[in-house]
């Protein structure tokens, strides 16, 4: 099945709004691959963050995501980085529709709660970027027959 990146970002650990968030992933019916506490620092949101080290608000962003230590999540399931995404909502959280994580935790297009891979090919990349391969479970619950259909598994 397909595994995808969650980070929760300081913006959700200090306010307190990861069990809730982490409820909203495991209600869907996301199986937690892997899971642990870290301490970001620079020379890993440089990579992580690649994209966008040239823009003016990339200092901001850096002191954001090392302002306290944050969680990352291994989800797994079909199409997870779509589900994933379409549960995050769009990057500005005054943007995002009520309802996404992002719209209904988020007033800020910076401190918008949860990082989610944005492609298949971003999120093995992620994942191998926060995760040792010993730190990623190949589980499965007993109950996956009733979170989808034989030919959809
Ligand atoms: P995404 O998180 O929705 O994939 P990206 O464009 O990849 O969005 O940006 C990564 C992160 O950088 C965002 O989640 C947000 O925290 C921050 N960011 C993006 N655009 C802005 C901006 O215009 N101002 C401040 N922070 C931004
Ligand atoms: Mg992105």
Redesign the pocket.
């Known amino acids: 099945m397909e595994k995808t990146l969650v980070i929760f970002?300081p913006s959700a650990i200090v306010r307190g709004f990861v069990g809730q968030i982490l409820a909203r992933f495991q209600q869907k019916g996301l199986i937690i691959a892997g899971m642990k506490m870290m301490q970001l620092d620079e020379d890993l949101l440089r990579v992580h963050?690649a994209?966008?080290v040239d823009?003016p608000?990339f200092p901001?962003?850096l002191e954001?995501m090392m302002a306290s230590p944050v969680i990352v999540l291994c989800l797994k399931g079909k199409d997870a980085v779509k589900v994933v995404r379409l549960l995050?909502g769009?990057?500005?959280g005054r943007e995002a529709q009520p309802g996404t994580i992002r719209g209904d935790f988020s007033m800020s297009?910076?401190?918008?709660i949860i990082?989610?891979s944005?492609s298949i090919e971003d999120a093995e990349v992620e994942i191998k970027r926060f995760f040792s391969d010993d730190e990623i479970f190949e589980w499965c619950p007993q109950n996956v027959r009733m979170l989808y259909a034989p030919d959809e598994m």
Not at 109 to 112: A, F, L, M
């Open positions: 970002k963050y994209h966008l823009r608000f901001s962003l954001s995050t769009a990057t500005n297009g910076q401190e918008n990082h989610a944005s």
